[in-house]
């Protein structure tokens, strides 16, 4: 089997990362080219690198994340409430692992979504799995799924991600449904995985927002353990713009 057809070989395989590779080989002057067992290694990584790179694009597009969010933007430091020590502990993705909760919480236009999408972002590139709901969006599926009878199915599909994100939490008003919900996606995620909320609610007045007191206990009490706690302060990034 010649060169060419070796390439195309590695092409119907579907074998795009070490076609590429190999292709990059073949460009270059016999006397630069590298031996054989080198290149197979070169053409190895190279295909790791591709799939993992499509893992991490498909992983970004179900995440559907509300704002396309990198951490080098984030600024850190006293005046925010974020120091850079306690971001870059949550960037490696410990807290997935460690099935522990981040509940950001601010006024309004401090940037707390943006975090969220950040980490968000983040955790899909080191091969986590990832899905965002604002809650209005996440109590509107809720009603669909409950008059579809598919409320256990997509109780399944949303304990399968890793990272599960909640924005906007305390904005609209629960309903008993919606408390229960929670309560049942909490317990499922329990030890298993990690949510994160962000609200405009300081984390005090959480139990009142839910109201009902047995259910407000059993909620508080599985989101709060462990957790990391991030109180976000500063200016809205929303008047800054305006002015």
């Known amino acids: 089997m ?12 579907k074998l795009t990362g070490m076609a590429r590779r190999y292709e990059s080989e073949l460009s270059l002057p016999p006397e ?20 993992s790179g499509k893992q991490t694009e498909r992983y970004l ?16 430091g006293p ?12 960037l490696d993705g410990s807290y997935i692992r460690e099935s522990r909760n981040i509940l950001i919480t601010g006024a309004t236009g401090v940037g707390k979504s943006y975090v969220a999408c950040a980490l968000g972002r983040n955790a899909c590139i080191l091969g986590f799995r990832v899905i965002y709901f604002g809650m209005n969006r996440f109590l509107e599926t809720l009603s669909q799924v409950r008059i579809e009878g598919a409320y256990l199915k997509w109780l399944k599909q949303l304990n399968r991600y890793d990272l599960l994100i909640f924005d906007d939490f305390g904005l609209k008003p629960l309903t008993h449904d919606g408390r229960l919900t929670l309560l049942d996606i909490l317990e499922d995620r329990y030890n298993g995985s990690a949510t994160i909320f962000t609200s405009q609610l300081p984390l005090d007045r959480w139990y009142d927002y839910i109201s009902e007191p047995t259910l407000a206990d059993a909620i508080i009490d599985r989101l709060s353990a462990k957790a990391h706690k991030i109180e976000l302060i500063g200016e809205s990034w929303r008047n800054k713009k305006i002015k």
């Open 2 to 13: 010649n060169r060419e057809q070796t390439l195309e070989q590695l092409k119907k395989m």
């Open 32 to 51: 630069q080219r590298e031996d054989a067992h080198t290149l197979l290694a070169m053409m190895t990584q190279a295909e790791s690198e591709y799939r």
């Open 61 to 76: 597009r179900a995440s559907k994340l509300r704002y396309n969010a990198v951490p080098e933007n984030i600024r850190c």
């Open 79 to 90: 005046e925010r409430g974020l120091s850079r020590e306690q971001f870059a502990e949550l």
